[in-house]
């Protein structure tokens, strides 16, 4: 190591140390929601095949996605109240069952047909979280995870794609589903 990066590494670390914000962030914050399912499935979603993305942990094959939320959630929407803090959004994620032409099958209702789960992409709203994004990336106050079927945090995601994406909704408290959501409140 030069004595320019040794430097440069005590400068950083002394910074980091006077910093009134947190210098981590990320998805270590939010747990695995076990009782995901005991909230309320707002909506189900087809999402047919795209590029390789790491937002949705590299998967790209057709699948469908079902959307859950805490209760506490669409109590507030009915109330006419905002996303509250403490809000987990979960979106359980299936691989598509595909005819022999490689296209997705669907049931009666136009979903596609679960087969494989591959995971598990979650947003969670707390009080204070985010103030150590910069704004061009922070989405109020959620933070993003995505777990491996077996419900490990994955290793494969790139959460800045999902703060970039997701702050195209800020109007829509960051949420790609805030209409559906609504709706399901009523």
Not at 22 to 38: L, R
Not at 72 to 83: C, D, F, S, W
Not at 154 to 182: I, R
């Amino acid at each position: 190591m030069t004595r320019t990066c040794i430097a440069m590494a005590c400068v950083l670390s002394a910074a980091a140390a006077l910093s009134p914000k947190p210098v981590c962030a990320g998805p270590d914050k939010v747990a695995f929601p076990e009782n995901y399912a005991k909230g309320t499935l707002y909506t189900t979603v087809n999402r047919p095949v795209r590029p390789t993305s790491t937002a949705t942990g590299g998967e790209n094959s057709a699948q469908l996605r079902e959307h859950y939320v805490t209760v506490g959630t669409i109590e507030a929407l009915r109330k006419g109240l905002p996303v509250p803090s403490g809000t987990v959004m979960t979106m359980v994620q299936y691989r598509a069952k595909l005819d022999a032409q490689g296209a997705p099958l669907q049931d009666l209702t136009g979903h596609f047909i679960k087969a494989d789960l591959i995971g598990f992409g979650v947003m969670e709203k707390r009080t204070g979280w985010g103030t150590e994004y910069p704004d061009e990336l922070r989405n109020g106050e959620w933070e993003f995870a995505h777990f491996t079927p077996d419900k490990k945090l994955s290793d494969k995601m790139n959460f800045v794609t999902c703060f970039q994406c997701h702050k195209s909704q800020a109007n829509n408290d960051f949420l790609f589903t805030f209409e559906k959501l609504k709706a399901a409140a009523r």
